[in-house]
């Protein structure tokens, strides 16, 4: 009697995980794979099946690099396995990645899809941080970027006492001549150019970003 329900109970489980069905009927929902972490079950309306990432990315449940899956480097996989040999192609370590151009201070860097290096720009202003597999503020990357050559704006010494710009001490606020998008705002004496970000401008009077109408106020 203990037997057969041993054996029953087995069976469900051998059931269970050599056949598991997508809990939902609807929509597409992605679940980690309980063992290797370079793959997962898609359900698509209720249809289940085992994919696999692309070489260089893993799956984490958050990851939208591609098909559901994340740059190696960004997914914590505990216990779960997987084989990390890269398929390396020009410029590309792995298939899928972000890799530097140089070693030097650089404001492009190269993002591989399918094994293809496709050059990519920083934002103005920011230059590749290896570490965050990113772009970054020059002055977070003093061992090999010149912010004053990144940004092109030398930050002053001194700021007049009266001046707007000393308001913001001690991180004076400068306007980029010709850019009323932008403003540059200046950490231990390196400039970093900040963006105003969609729907604002630079406002010269209060050197702020301001919203469009606002600006207008003071023409
Ligand atoms: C799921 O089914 C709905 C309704 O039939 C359909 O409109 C939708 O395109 C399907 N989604 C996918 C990903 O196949």
């Known amino acids: 009697m203990k037997m057969v329900k041993i054996f029953l109970v087995l069976g469900l489980i051998a059931v269970a995980t050599s056949a598991p069905t997508c809990p939902e009927p609807e929509g597409v929902q992605a679940y980690a794979h309980t063992q290797n972490c370079d793959q997962f ?15 260089g990315l893993l799956f984490d449940g958050k990851g939208a690099v591609h ?8 997914v914590e996989c505990g216990t779960r396995q997987h084989d990390p040999t890269p398929i390396s192609s020009e410029g590309c370590e792995y298939q899928f ?14 993002k591989c899809a399918y094994g293809e290096a ?5 934002e103005p202003g920011l230059a590749y941080d290896e570490r965050i597999h990113g772009c970054n503020w020059p002055d977070q990357l003093l ?8 940004v092109g704006f ?9 001046s707007l710009a000393a308001r913001f001490w001690p991180f004076p606020r400068f306007a ?3 850019d ?20 604002k401008i630079f406002d010269e009077s209060s050197l702020t970003c301001v919203e469009h109408e606002e600006a207008g106020h003071h023409f």
């Open 41 to 55: 079950f898609l359900c698509t309306n209720g249809t289940l099946t085992l994919e696999t990432c692309e070489n």
């Open 67 to 74: 098909n559901h899956c994340n740059y190696n480097w960004a």
């Open 97 to 110: 990645g972000i890799y530097p151009i140089s070693h030097e201070c650089s404001t492009t860097y190269m």
């Open 118 to 122: 496709i050059p990519s720009e920083c």
């Open 143 to 150: 061992e090999t970027c010149n912010p004053e050559a990144v």
């Open 154 to 162: 030398k930050c002053p010494t001194k700021v007049a006492p009266d």
């Open 176 to 178: 980029v001549p010709g």
């Open 180 to 199: 009323s998008k932008r403003l540059i705002t200046c950490v231990e004496g390196h400039p970093r150019l900040i963006s105003c970000g969609e729907d």
